[in-house]
């Protein structure tokens, strides 16, 4: 099985940082990717930011320049440091891992586990 563990969301004002981290990890899978969505209250859920096993990250627009994803394969854990915040990042962050029997698959990160989720709230 694969657990998955967000920590460090919260509450924070306009131009705030937040880092968020998640650890995931399978004794019996190969970790392919991790990385983070989020959902603001009443919308859809969107991609934030992914990064390979190889140590390729993406980022959506809207957090390119603010964000910035790094990985310790070591502790089998994911940060999303989160600088210059707006209150439109107000969401609940959710971390997303790829696991996959016998390898990875060349191409993007495709998520198949996920945390539980932590409220990230940016309000003056």
């Known amino acids: 099985q694969v657990q998955v563990e967000e920590s460090g969301g919260g509450s924070v004002q306009p131009g705030g940082s937040l880092r968020l981290s998640c650890v995931a990890a399978s004794q019996f899978y190969t970790r392919c990717g991790m990385g983070w969505y989020r959902q603001p209250a009443g919308k859809d859920r969107e991609l934030v930011s992914l990064?390979?096993?190889?140590?390729?990250?993406t980022y959506a627009d809207s957090v390119k320049g603010r964000f910035t994803i790094s990985q310790d394969a070591s502790r089998d854990t994911v940060y999303l440091q989160m600088d210059a915040l707006k209150t439109e990042d107000t969401a609940v962050y959710f971390c997303?891992?790829?696991?996959?029997?016998?390898?990875?698959?060349?191409?993007?990160?495709?998520?198949?586990?996920w945390g539980q989720g932590t409220q990230v709230t940016v309000s003056s």
């Open positions: 997303a891992a790829e696991f996959r029997a016998g390898g990875c698959a060349p191409g993007p990160v495709r998520p198949n586990f």
């Open positions: 990064i390979s096993s190889g140590g390729f990250p």
